[in-house]
């Protein structure tokens, strides 16, 4: 059985969920749009991965209910194949030991960055004076120069 990306990730979000899931749940965890994931729940829905059912408890009067959907057997099966490995795998390319020499890098970088900014607030703070007193000993001539 092959679903395209999307429907993988849908599965997948409801599987990481406990098996049930409603529309906001799934959009939040996969990124898709609402009217994307409604598409996917119906085709989902008919190739046997999920069931859907409408909870209009949590809902004012006048609103649609919400969608909920539940992971079937054949779903379970699907994923126990491997169904949603390659997704899993994707969610994973980065490991939080990767992340460490990276964020040493960037802490590094971030010293460097102060430093400078440091330096160039050392030389505002030298420069500023100097400018002010040549401005006061001959304003005009001052001028001249700056221009």
Partial sequence: ??????????????DRNGGTADTTHVRRQTGLSNSSVRYRFSKLENLG???????DSQTPDGVAPITVVQLTDFAREEIQKGLTVETEQRRATIEPVDNADRIKA????????????????????WIGPRVE???????????????
């Fill in 106 to 125: 960037l802490e590094e970088d971030l010293r460097e960055v102060r430093d400078l900014v440091n330096q160039i607030q050392s030389n505002q703070n």
């Fill in 1 to 14: 059985m092959t679903l395209d990306e999307a429907s993988r990730a849908i599965v997948n979000a409801i």
């Fill in 133 to 147: 007193e040549l401005i006061e000993r001959d304003p005009i001539q001052s001028n001249s120069k700056l221009d």
């Fill in 49 to 55: 991965f999920i069931d859907i059912s409408y909870n």
